[in-house]
């Protein structure tokens, strides 16, 4: 990547020398101050000079690859000092001039979200912020970010505007934020730091006063030397320069004609307009956040967007200028910068149209010589204004292309007066870029969760189910016919359910054994793996477990750190899906309520790892369309025979009595549904609550039990948790190669149809098709019930001498109705 950052300075005379002859300013600092800066008057009461830069890419025209170097080294030079911080780093930039620097400082920091504020209002996108900007002429600035989490983080917050002279913007951004969103350090960023010497301390004063540290991160540095009375003497010299050609602008005759005459004989500006085919639903800019993943979607997308506006450009075109529209800097930066390094033979320059007042001087020693004037052109919530665009007439281009949001694709900007027009004055071809304004989908107002006993036979504190109540739809089918659904592709296995199994009395009986006899076993690992996620994860965790297999271990280790900590911590369930993914309902209901990092995922065990893998790829679809991020993937279970996560209890492959029987061990709640003529886009995934099972329900009985041997185990499970913490928990993910190696052993050929584990074994044999169980050679009463169950359905159990889990399930490879298994004999069902 070229990102050279040698400044082209228009002439060689310096550009602020009218205005210091004639002022009486100086410009005083680093030797590369007057490469970097310019000055002008401004017109605006508070200020009279204004710092013209030669590479923010905003008054002067430049070439993108400066201006977009100038940034990019900036956030270089931040992610070197703030180290292992920089990948907590969020990067906030100020409006309309430091739109683009600001991204280009996040791109150079490498993974930094970024955000800029705007002066634009957004029909319901929230404010999480604003503050006010002095000197500006315009000064209200909003915060609207689309996640509202992303300022919440304590990351460092880099904040970046092209000056930093009183340093009042920032420290009014700063109060206000470190209000809302405390965090332990800032890094402010600029082009140049020209702060007076009365100013130079008030920063380190302002950090001990809020107790953060503030470092300042800056291209060059100097400051401004101005007489007495230079504002009086400046606006007396706008005065006097007003009327002069350079200052009404090149095109000004010709609107104020054009305003003369009736409609009908206004010739319109013709501009031949350039799709881009911009990626859907990427955001424009920072207005409401820009992702590391829209980074990576904008970047896959520039080589084509750019291939296009060359195809657009005449063949004879040397001198090609792309302007952008006021806070839309990045975007157009952009597709400059990939222009001039891919179209050989030709200069391009990059600039954008401003809303501040400027006077022009037609003198190489100004660093602003020509201005257009044309209406506001976006519908600004301030109402209707002039707008500008400095340094385009007079400058010789053979194309402008003018490059806007939607926003402000409208009559005012193709009318005889409007930007178009003045443009076509200007240059003999003109393009028109048009890139969609984002807009936030308005949030759907989600319901809240739902909770026993209205929903399942847990004690409304236990957990709040973030589904859809279909208990009155008929979902059940046969398991036959599921499975032959399933294995043809005519069906997901989400799409129905299968009848739930009513257990025998020697079933049940098996089940209380084992309980009695697992109770404290269980215990150990809940408070095992509870303990690494209050170390590790969050000190006040959000407990989301993963319906319904994770809802009982959800609840256990609630009420582990209930007890062991007096913590009451939240604890939600959700639905997961092989092949479809996390409910992204359910992550947008959290995200509004609770902080995405706090959030643990769990679930009851590992089998070979494909809900872990479903998991982080859900995760970052979430992120890439737009949710909020912070969600961390990694799941916490209370076994993990696979080996596939790092936060566990055990990794022993033993019998967890709840995954011996469905809803009657879960709160009566099925397993979760997801279909299209059900589930609708901004609807939580379905689940049943088995209420007329109420008489079989253990699922409290369960929970009882566990519970009840705490005590007894706290002192084991602090030594297991040392031993746990100070030990190798990297995932080996052994589990999915012996799967792997099973599937091709016995010509199955398909890892979904391999289930390892006690756990997911018995799954099988209550829900699906089963062919034959594996179990390994002496194993004991792990296995019993699963032994029960075989007899019952018929299935044979294949002892194995070399067996990484206790038991391995395999569902029958080519189900149809009248399948037989290996030794002939039809599947029993």
Known sequence: MNNAVNSKVPDTLWSGTWVAERLGVELVGDASLT???????????????????????????????????????????????????????????????????????ADGLGTAPYLHSTRRPVAGVAQAGGFEESHSHATSHLLLPEDAGLLAGDGPLVLVDDEFSTGNTVLNTIRDLHERYPRGRYVVVALVDMRSQADAGRLEEFAREIGARVDLVAAASGNVRLPEGVLEKGQALVAEYSDAP????????????????????????KADRVDLHWPHNLPDGGRHGFTPAHRTRLEAALPEMTARLAEALPAQARRIHVLGFEELMYAPLRLARELEQVAGGIEVTYSTTTRSPVLAVDDPG???????????HDDPADGPGDRYAYNIAGAGFDVVVAVVDSAADTPELHAADGLLAQLAETAPHILLAVVPSYVPERPTMLPEPLRGPAFSSYAPDEVGWLLQDLSDVTLEAPTEEREEAIQSGGAHYAESLPVEYQPSEQYQQLFHTALDASAARLAQAVGAVTEIVLEERSPRPVLVSLARAGTPVGVLMRRWAKFRHGLDLPHYAVSIVRGRGIDANALRWLAAHHDPADVVFVDGWTGKGAITRELADAIKEFEAAGGATGFDPEIAVLADPGSCVRTYGTREDFLIPSACLNSTVSGLISRTVLRADLVGPNDFHGAKFYRELAGADVSVDFLDAVSATFPEVADSVEQQVKELLSGDREPTWEGWAAVERISEEYGIHDVNLVKPGVGETTRVLLRRVPWKILARAGAGADLDHVR??????????????????????????KYTRGATGADGKAVAV
Not at 250 to 268: H, M, Y
């Open 788 to 813: 029960l169950l075989a007899e019952q359905r018929g299935v044979p159990v294949e002892e194995v001498a070399e067996l990484p889990y206790t038991c391995v399930g395999l569902i029958h490879p």
């Open 366 to 376: 100004y660093a602003i010589r020509s201005r257009l004037v044309f209406p506001a």
């Open 246 to 269: 350079a200052a009404r602008g090149c095109a000004g005759s010709a609107a104020t004609a054009a305003r003369a005459r009736p409609a009908s004989a206004v010739p319109q500006p």
């Open 35 to 105: 490469d970097l800066l310019g000055l002008a008057l401004r017109r605006n009461p508070k200020r009279a000079h204004l710092l013209v830069s030669h590479v923010l890419g905003k008054h002067v025209p430049q070439s993108p690859t400066v201006v977009y170097g100038h940034g990019f080294a900036l956030g270089r030079r931040v992610r070197d000092l703030l180290g292992a911080e920089a990948a907590t780093a969020v990067v906030l930039g100020y409006a309309e001039t430091a739109t683009g620097l600001g991204h280009s400082v």
